[in-house]
């Protein structure tokens, strides 16, 4: 990018996060000088702010940017105390970058700000907000029994979960690492042996007023256990093995855990912190085990569905189109008015799924209007539950009749006519094909998907990643291409044989709401015999995951995506490695 006798310097703000009491700087640095730490410093006028740096990897910046042996060239996020109109300018190795609040993308939500972030820089941000602690301290210490003061242990919960694990939250007092053992009647094991411990800020005040350290007396447990067969009211028996021989009794009684699966799935993860490395390796098969418990019945169970018929169906249609449909539901109009006008789609079978019981009778008016307003027939298929991605597309395609399936999401919207029948003659004419992706572009034009690559996570060795190379980087800067063999492409187009489909399978519906489904079934196709390719020749506008981030998010999604990225790379690690190998 520049010659050995020319100092470069770069500092680019992507986009900024508001919070109360301060504000998330997302963005990078590229420099050619050469030391031996960097760092930025943020003012507000004259005065500096104090701020908090963390440095890391962005692949999207430095493929582009290409940087020699030497540069810097890292993505960062800075923690500011302040908000944004308070601040001034930036500066790095001396030269100094001013705000322009009118050039500056606001995220005005979190989980909007984490949209184009991968997930290593997701577990970045999210760990500078402190999104799996409370950050309110208590204003009263809580009363304590004195009967035992070597050690004193509190459970808040307790929930059976599929009568397989008992899972317990609380908090342990304890002026030395004094818990040694604690039984519960009915279980055999030491339930010490199964704790995972976590800050308490809510409990600083008496932490510090019995000498107790609060960065640790928090606790979560997953024990494996009859959960029928304990006690309930549950009961603790608890000794410490320093002052005292006493022992105490606790009774808690053990509940249900919601119905919901998401409910349920936020209060299993909930305290799980995925940037402790050790305590998620260990945790991370009981815990997968347990979600795949929780969600078992929703995801096993046979669907005798509803089906919605708009317009005359095709008799032999050359492709079927199957979208899910959660939360949002206008994008349909936007995709129809386009299917409307495109010659291609005049033999085409389209199946939306309905995957959001709560918005049932307003998709169906909505349905309706389209209908009557542009004539272009489609189904829908209603389940009355929500069987998440995988399950939606494997109930959509049970429904569909063509010899060739076009998955495609909801917020995908086409820039161009004849795209679709393009994508068709290129499945047809390329050798051992299994899936075919397509271009993918936000609507300011850059790219979001153009093919995936499996990126191993730094913290935790040997989860698998779908890292988007190039994504966020307009296209008139990358080489253009017609088709090219990628390791993976994304589930929001995705065009594959009904033959192929049935074949795998379909998508696995074990990973829980929407991630890794799309890279496992280009890894069951793979392994099959057949290879995966991208098509640059189309391109489609993708909002992505405007649908998802209707669910409330406070960090336990994160810790969701690397447990499916762990059960990723239970079944396909081999897999993926020889792919590396091959290159």
């Known amino acids: 990018m520049t010659s050995d006798n020319v100092e470069t310097t770069l500092l680019v703000i992507d986009t900024y996060f508001s919070a109360k009491f301060s504000t998330l700087l997302f963005g990078w640095a590229y420099t050619t000088k050469l030391l031996n730490s960097y760092e930025v410093e943020v003012y507000s006028n004259k005065s500096r702010l104090g701020h908090d740096l963390v440095w890391f990897e962005r692949p999207d910046v430095s493929d582009h940017i290409k940087p020699k042996e030497g540069d810097f060239c890292q993505g960062f996020v800075i923690e500011v105390d302040g908000q944004i109109s308070d601040l001034s300018h930036l500066d790095f190795l001396e030269h100094t970058y001013h705000f322009d609040l009118a050039s500056l993308h606001r995220s005005h939500a979190i989980d909007e700000f984490l949209v184009g972030l991968n997930d290593l ?19 009263e210490a809580p009363v304590i029994s004195k009967d035992y003061d070597a050690v004193e242990i509190v459970v808040d919960r307790a929930f059976s979960v599929g009568n397989k694990f008992l899972y317990l939250e609380g908090w342990v007092a304890e002026s030395a690492d004094m818990l040694k053992s604690l039984q519960i009647a009915g279980f055999t094991g030491n339930v010490v042996n199964y704790l995972y411990r976590y800050k308490r800020l809510d409990l600083k005040k008496f932490a510090n007023s019995r000498h107790c350290d609060y960065r ?19 009961k603790l028996r608890l000794k410490g093995c320093s002052k005292s021989k006493q022992y105490s009794d606790r009774c808690i009684d053990i509940q249900p855990l919601p119905i919901d699966e998401v409910a349920a799935t936020r209060i299993i993860l909930g305290k799980l912190d995925a940037q ?37 169906a095709k008799d032999h249609p050359e492709v079927s189109v199957v979208v899910p449909i959660y939360g949002r539901y206008d994008f349909v109009q936007h995709q129809i008015i386009n299917f409307y006008v495109d010659d291609d789609f005049k033999n085409v079978e389209l199946i939306y799924v309905l995957d959001d019981p709560s918005i049932y009778r307003d998709f ?13 027939p ?42 679709l029948k ?44 779908n890292h988007h190379p190039n994504k966020g980087f307009p296209s008139s800067i990358i080489e253009p291409f017609e088709i090219k063999s990628v390791e993976a492409v994304t589930g929001a187009c995705m065009f594959i044989s009904r033959a192929i489909f049935n074949q795998v399978g379909g998508f696995d519906t074990g990973y829980i709401l929407g991630d890794f489904e799309d890279s496992d079934l280009c890894l069951k196709v793979i392994e099959l015999g057949h290879d995966i390719y991208v098509d640059g020749t189309n391109s489609l506008f993708h909002l992505e995951r405007q649908s998802q981030n209707l669910i409330p998010s406070d960090g336990w999604k994160h810790t969701l995506t690397l447990l499916n990225g762990w059960r990723q790379k239970q079944k396909w690690d081999t897999t993926i490695k020889e792919m590396k190998q091959r290159g």
């Open 378 to 419: 489609f189904k829908v298929i209603f389940a009355n539950t929500n069987l998440g991605f995988a399950g939606a597309n494997n109930l959509g395609v049970k429904y569909s009749s063509s010899e060739y399936i076009l998955l495609l999401n909801s917020d995908v919207i086409p820039s161009k006519p004849g795209w």
């Open 422 to 465: 393009s994508m068709l003659t290129n499945y047809e004419n390329i050798e051992n094909i299994g899936i075919l992706g397509v271009s993918l572009h936000y609507e300011d034009h850059t790219i979001q998907h153009v093919g995936m690559q499996f990126f191993e996570d730094a913290h935790h060795p040997g989860i698998w990643l």
């Open 276 to 312: 402790h490395t050790q305590n998620f390796n260990r945790a991370a098969s009981d815990f997968s085990e347990a979600l795949q418990l929780i969600w078992h019945n929703k995801l096993s169970n046979e669907y005798d569905p509803e089906v919605h018929t708009f317009g005359k």
């Open 364 to 376: 169906l008016i909505t349905c309706n209007g389209v209908f009557n307003t542009f004539g272009y």
């Open 121 to 139: 820089q997701k577990a970045f941000v999210e760990s500078k907000l402190n999104l799996n602690v409370s950050l309110s301290e208590s204003s």
């Open 216 to 234: 640790n007396m928090g606790f979560y447990a997953l024990i494996p256990c009859r959960v029928d067969r304990l006690d309930n009211p549950l």
